[in-house]
């Protein structure tokens, strides 16, 4: 039977398209990457791999099978994660905060679920708020934060953007018309921001935009602001994710440029240090996509 090894060398060349690419990502010499194919194909008794005037290439063979020698790769990758993490004894809590409207939708990435898979021993508790904790303070370990870092002690990479659109409901609409551009704002009833939400960018936004704002009611959070304007109290901006969600919504305003801010995953650089923290971040790093995909859908 085949060295499960060599499944490794044959998932290389694929990716790389040559021995020599393979060999360098492996940390191998050339000559070993080859003799490891020319073996596993000796061993299973199937021509996977073709050389051609541009690469190696997989055989017809190779490219059905390939999906299952990636699955083994997966598994095997996974079995390494959980003997490394029994090994380190990886228990604890990691506190994330962020804005309580992505939580469900972070949830349902299935982002956490492989984590928990990952690292059984560790476990993801949220702490919503629209406000910025402090992480240097240990209010959390870790942030998935819209806008840019103030607090530059803090480490973290940018996710994506978020963009942000003017909202109505259809019933609004029906009963007071739709705004055609950002001046018209100034004829429609809007809701405003207070509290923690006064200093936002959408608040600082929108009395410069509309310097006759007809504020008919103010919230503190992010969630008030959208049932406000779910229940026809007035327009407001929202972020796309949650406006778009709404089928009682409409867009009366495209996207607005000035409103765009970015998604961040954020930590103080002595928590990053240690090993929980550092697990989940490499895991969240190592799927982007994923959180892409709550953030900005």
């Given at each position: 039977?085949?060295?499960?090894d ?10 790389q398209?040559?021995?020599l ?7 191998v010499?050339?000559s070993?990457v080859?003799?490891r ?5 000796k061993?299973i ?11 190696y ?19 095997v ?23 309580e ?15 928990h ?7 993801v ?10 992480l ?6 870790v ?7 103030v ?6 990479r940018k996710?994506?953007d ?13 009963r ?6 950002i ?6 009833a809007?809701?405003?921001f ?5 200093n ?8 410069v ?5 007809r504020?008919v ?72 996509p994923?959180l892409r ?5």
């Amino acid at each position: 039977m085949f060295d499960w090894d060599d499944l490794r060398h044959l998932v290389a060349v694929s990716r790389q398209g040559s021995t020599l690419a393979a060999a360098k990502t492996l940390g191998v010499n050339q000559s070993t990457v080859h003799r490891r194919l020319v073996d596993l194909e000796k061993a299973i008794g199937l021509t996977l791999m073709t050389r051609q005037p541009s690469g190696y290439r997989l055989t017809e063979l190779g490219e059905a099978l390939i999906d299952h020698v990636l699955a083994v790769e997966t598994a095997v990758r996974t079995l390494e994660q959980q003997i490394r993490a029994l090994k380190l004894d990886l228990t604890g809590v990691i506190r994330l905060t962020c804005p309580e409207p992505t939580v469900p939708r972070i949830a349902a990435t299935g982002l956490l679920d492989r984590f928990h898979e990952r690292y059984p021993g560790l476990r993801v508790e949220f702490v919503t708020s629209d406000r910025y904790l402090d992480l240097g303070r240990g209010e959390a370990d870790v942030a998935f934060r819209s806008g840019d870092p103030v607090d530059d002690t803090l480490v973290g990479r940018k996710i994506c953007d978020s963009v942000w659109a003017v909202y109505a409901s259809k019933s609004y609409v029906q009963r007071h018309g739709r705004p055609a551009r950002i001046a018209d704002l100034a004829d429609h009833a809007l809701i405003g921001f207070d509290g923690i939400m006064e200093n936002h960018r959408v608040a600082k936004w929108l009395p410069v935009a509309v310097p006759n704002a007809r504020i008919v009611s103010r919230n503190d959070s992010m969630l008030g602001t959208l049932s406000a304007v779910k229940a026809g109290v007035g327009i407001a901006p929202l972020p796309t994710t949650l406006g778009d969600a709404e089928d009682v919504l409409i867009q009366v305003i495209p996207p607005v440029e000035e409103l765009t801010r970015s998604w961040y995953l954020l930590t103080s650089p002595h928590v990053r240090r240690t090993a929980r923290v550092a697990a989940f971040v490499d895991h969240v790093l190592e799927d982007v996509p994923a959180l892409r995909k709550a953030l900005i859908g």
